[in-house]
């Protein structure tokens, strides 16, 4: 069993950066992959970006990819999402997520393949 609780949402203005953080409970959260998803109101949740257990392997969304980093701590529980460059279209309820270990993108990027979620923090980009 795993819980997430993400935090470091807010409002920012387009252009500036965000970093989220996702800590997760328990002892196993280096065994797991996480990811990060996004949901704008009326839109399906959607794929943003995406890390293996080691760290080593990092995926990303292309609409994100070049703004948005991840990264993990695993002495810490925690995951990571910087954003930079944001726009007016990353407005979202951003979710983090931890699932088994994948062995291809295919996984990493279908939410239906995640286990845990967390409750989400709200990121919102102005004008």
């Known amino acids: 069993q795993v819980q997430l609780v993400e935090s470091g949402g807010g409002l920012v203005q387009a252009g500036g950066s965000l970093r989220l953080s996702c800590a997760a409970s328990?002892?196993?959260?280096?065994?797991?992959?996480m990811g990060w998803f996004r949901q704008a109101p009326g839109k399906e949740r959607e794929f943003v970006a995406a890390?293996?257990?080691?760290?080593?392997?990092?995926y990303y969304a292309d609409s994100v990819k070049d703004r948005f980093t991840i990264s993990r701590d695993n002495a810490k529980n925690t995951v990571y999402l910087q954003m930079n460059s944001l726009k007016l279209e990353d407005t979202a309820v951003y979710y983090c997520?931890?699932?088994?270990?994948?062995?291809?993108?295919?996984?990493?990027?279908?939410?239906?393949?995640?286990?845990?979620w967390g409750q989400g923090t709200q990121v919102t980009v102005s004008s």
């Open positions: 890390i293996s257990w080691s760290g080593v392997m990092t």
């Open positions: 328990g002892r196993t959260f280096s065994s797991y992959s």
């Open positions: 997520a931890a699932g088994r270990i994948f062995l291809s993108r295919t996984y990493y990027v279908n939410k239906d393949e995640y286990n845990y």
